[in-house]
Nanobody, 129 residues
Framework: EVQLVESGGGSAQAGGSLRLSCTGA????????MGWYRQAPGQECEVVAT???????YYAHFVNGRFTVSRANTENIVYLEMTRLNPDDTAVYYC???????????????????????WGQGTQVTVSS
């Protein structure tokens, strides 16, 4: 069974930084594309960043150079370093594993859906002005 556990969420002031971590188990981590999604109350699930098994990164436009996704395959961990946070970044952040190599990344109203995506439990990020 695929397991993903996020940590590192919490509160930050506008302009501050947080680093999220996601530890994976139950799958071949270094052959799996990983991603971070977020969902704020009343909003749709949105992808934040993805990183392929070989280390190729993708960022949503709203990231605007503020975040960095990375992975440590020897530890089965993917990170999301967030800097220059603003209140619009307030959301639950989810780690995701793309369990279908050929299929598209998940898109839907709510995170934690989709038959070919494995999800962590989520970690709350709250940014105050």
């Amino acid at each position: 069974e695929v397991q993903l556990v996020e940590s590192g969420g919490g509160s930050a002031q506008a302009g501050g930084s947080l680093r999220l971590s996601c530890t994976g188990a139950g799958f071949i981590f270094d052959e799996t594309d990983m991603g971070w999604y977020r969902q704020a109350p009343g909003q749709e699930c949105e992808v934040v960043a993805t990183i392929s098994f070989e280390g190729i990164s993708y960022y949503a436009h709203f990231v605007n150079g503020r975040f960095t996704v990375s992975r440590a395959n020897t530890e089965n961990i993917v990170y999301l370093e967030m800097t220059r946070l603003n209140p619009d970044d307030t959301a639950v952040y989810y780690c995701a594993a793309k369990t279908s190599p050929a299929g598209p990344w998940f898109k839907g109203d709510n995170c934690r859906g989709g038959p070919t995506t494995a999800w962590g439990q989520g970690t709350q990020v709250t940014v105050s002005s």
